[in-house]
Structures are given as C-alpha cells and as structure tokens.
C-alpha cells in the first residue's frame, strides 16, 4: 500500500504544474513566445519601413512625371494657341483677297 501512496504523491508531484500552466503559469515559455513575437514585430516593421521607403520614392517619381507632362502641355497648349492666332490672321488675308 506504500507502494500505491509514494505512486500517487509522486503523480500528483508531476502533475501539480498543470493547472498553472492551464493559467499560462509557465514564465520561461511565455517570455520566449514574447520574445519571438517581438523578433517577428521587429521583422514586420523593418520590412513596413522597406516599403514605405519604395512607395515614397515611388511616389516622388510619380509626382517629377506629372510636373514633366504638365510642362509638355503648357508648351503644347501655347504653341496651339500662337498657331490658332497664325491661322486666325492667314484667315483674315484669305477674306480680304476673296472680297477684292
């Protein structure tokens, strides 16, 4: 019968921990969970950053472009403009000669 209680104690020895770890009474896992989530953060945020960076010069090249085009068409828009006027005197001469 020894045998039976020295059995059961040492069972019981072995299992007490289990209801603190059913209440995350494990430190030592608990800190290496947290320190993986923290690696794995850290990892995140520094790949966020990468990309951040990218989409900012991105945007940056986006915006010289734009600026680029809109140059383009103000040139464009006053070379049609100066041509409209051209045209508009060219018409003028073309009614003057076609009155005569």
Partial sequence: MSYRRDHRSSKSALF???DNLEEGGLR???S???DVKEHDNG???ESLHDRVAFLKRLTGDI???VESHNRMLDRMGNGMDATRGIMSGTMDRFK???AL
Avoid: M, Q
Wanted: without cysteine.
């Fill in 43 to 45: 990892k995140a945020i």
């Fill in 16 to 18: 007490d921990g289990l």
């Fill in 28 to 30: 030592a896992s608990s």
């Fill in 32 to 34: 290496f969970s947290h």
């Fill in 63 to 65: 915006h010289d472009e």
């Fill in 96 to 98: 003057k000669a076609a």
